[in-house]
């Protein structure tokens, strides 16, 4: 059994989660600048504290509107230890691709890279029926590339990764249909280095975090095991409590089955203010970014996996950007409504990120922010 596909994030599935963010019903959100935002978001904090403490899940949430006072809290396991919420590195899983999306599409903006590139420009050894994939294709699961070739734990370098993909038949002809793809985020690092000559993490960090010191999101870079998350005890770490180098990385370092498509570290705060930042424009143009839901040129579907992110349109028209990744030990689930600028993110144990994503929905859901 591989373990890549413990980062397939929800993705199309997600509509189920999605009405409590329509305009319609209790679920109206105040407008930035109200008064009543603070007594308001309190509420809301105060009741999603209330159900999570009673629930049992091991989990750290945040949550805030743009531009006001994010809140933190953390449950279950996660209080065992002497970090802050807002301290603790976690895994961002599958999440991680929003960011190599990001790197991608900072090289479109400055025209080294096109999105209409096809992967016999741009690796070499490439067979003949993978030739005419494209960067979209790669960036919108849409390249008929399988989810995985190997396991995340795996110590395999970039050379023998690619010919591994390469020899791998396709799932379907490219461009022809959606199939989540892991593979396809790591053949998107290994185009970044290819073209920049720069290895994919310390890329990500300058084109991502040019002035920080210790980049906001990253694998080696980023990590500390004194500020990493512990796993639960399951059977992939042989019922053991780990930090996640070791319950996730498989070693000290990030083999080629997980660079680029997941595994990468941030704290809730620093993983909130990237998205906040990607959807606001302030990372690459706001254009650029939401065509990835038009497949290039396609009207956009009322679910549909962009440059990294999830796009979930209702049939009132009101929009929502998602995504989620799971495995065995962790688990993350992003939210975000640009109509009220609530942005949501939970990290947790095992796949109970997902279960309180739930339980905060409902609750956002059941409390009027006026």
């Known amino acids: 059994m591989t373990f890549s596909s413990k980062f397939r994030a929800f993705l199309l599935g997600a509509a189920t989660c999605f009405a409590v963010f329509s305009t319609g019903g209790s679920a109206t959100l105040a407008a930035s600048g109200d008064s009543n935002h603070v007594a308001a978001t309190d509420r809301l904090v105060d009741a999603i504290s209330g159900k999570l403490e009673a629930s049992g899940l091991s989990v750290i949430v945040g ?140 890329l990500m960090a300058k084109t991502l975090f040019p002035d920080a010191e210790i980049p906001a999101i990253g694998y080696e ?46 704290t809730p705060p620093d993983a909130m203010t990237f998205y906040e930042d990607l959807v606001g424009g302030r990372i690459v143009d706001p254009a650029l970014w ?27 028209g009101t929009i929502v950007y998602t995504h989620s990744g799971a495995n065995i030990v962790f688990s993350v689930d992003w939210r975000y409504d640009p109509n009220s600028g609530l942005n949501i993110f939970i990290a947790g144990l095992g796949d109970e990120a997902g279960d309180a994503m739930d339980i905060v929905m409902d609750q956002v859901s059941a409390i009027q922010l006026r």
Do not use: C, M
């Open 63 to 202: 949550l805030g509107r743009i531009g006001e006072t994010r809140h933190f809290r953390e449950f279950g396991a996660f209080r065992d230890d002497s970090l802050a919420p807002e301290e603790t590195l976690v895994d961002l899983g599958s999440n991680t691709k929003a960011a190599t999306a990001a790197v991608v599409l900072k090289h479109v903006e400055n025209r080294t890279l096109r999105l209409d590139d096809t992967l016999d420009t741009l690796l070499d050894g490439v067979p003949e029926d993978k030739k005419s994939i494209t960067l979209r294709q790669l960036l919108t699961h849409r390249a008929g590339l399988p989810d995985a070739v190997g396991s995340d734990e795996e110590r395999i370098g970039r050379e023998d990764y690619l010919a591994r993909v390469f020899r791998t038949p396709l799932l379907n002809r490219p461009g022809t249909s959606y199939a989540y793809s892991n593979v396809g985020y790591a053949l998107l690092a290994a185009i970044l280095e290819r073209k920049t000559g720069e290895a994919f993490e310390p």
């Open 290 to 316: 939401q065509g990835g839901f038009t497949h290039g040129g396609e009207v956009p579907t009322p679910k549909s996996y962009g440059f990294g992110v999830v796009r979930l349109q209702s049939s009132d």
């Open 221 to 266: 870079t980023t990590y500390r095991e004194d500020a990493s998350a512990i796993s639960g005890r399951v059977w992939l770490t042989l019922y053991r409590k780990l930090p996640i180098h070791r319950a996730s990385w498989g070693g000290p370092t990030v083999g080629w089955n997980l660079l680029g498509n997941g595994g990468a570290v941030a």
